[in-house]
């Protein structure tokens, strides 16, 4: 997984603006909304990348600690934005004590995890009591015929951008696959409460083609 990221790192950023027709700036803007950070919060963004999310969050005012188990998504990203602190580490075993931060999240990564309820268990250790999680993750669109329109997107059209923007073709094949056998929105519910999260709600973007899940720290 770590060199598969590795590989695509430095073209990330941009087939992830083409691949969503621009639409991941929004996804980003209504994650920093739904976290709403104080001024100097402390907050994990698991699964980081080059810190396209971390880095409006810091903006905001909290304090970003950027996790990534990629060298090369992690230390492209350090270069490019010096004032966020990133640390190489693994989901499954955070490199932190137990509620180091008033919050976490994980943008479009939990989907790449071998076990996500060991990582969302993994999350809640590291969150203080009645802290919160956002997950930005890609989910189901609402209605069968934005479905379809998704679907032909993903499987048809996705893979020649992919293979026109010279990127790594499998990669991309990866994901229309990892984001099709990803559970809906309940179902991300579902795997959140069985980590011990509460409170859980969510909210569809762009009709539902991405969902952000918020929860707290029971
Ligand atoms: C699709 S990228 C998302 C990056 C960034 N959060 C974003 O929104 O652009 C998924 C990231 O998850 C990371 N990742 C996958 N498995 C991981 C794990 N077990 N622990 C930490 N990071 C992981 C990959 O290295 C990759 O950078």
Redesign the pocket.
Known sequence: ??SM?DSVARRYDRM?ALASLGQDRLWRAALVRALDPRPGESMLD????TG??ARPLARAGARVVA????FG?ASLGQRRHRRLRFVL????ALPFADQTFDAATC???LR??ADPVAALRELRRVVRPDGSLVICEFSTPVGRLWRRLYEFWLKRVMPKVARLASSDSPAYTYLTESILDWPDQAGLADLMREAGWSAIEWRNLSGGIVALHRARRG
């Open positions: 997984m770590a990221f992830n698991l699964a980081a990348g396209a999310s996790v990534d188990l990629s998504m580490g693994d989901a499954l943008s479009f990564g790449n995890m």
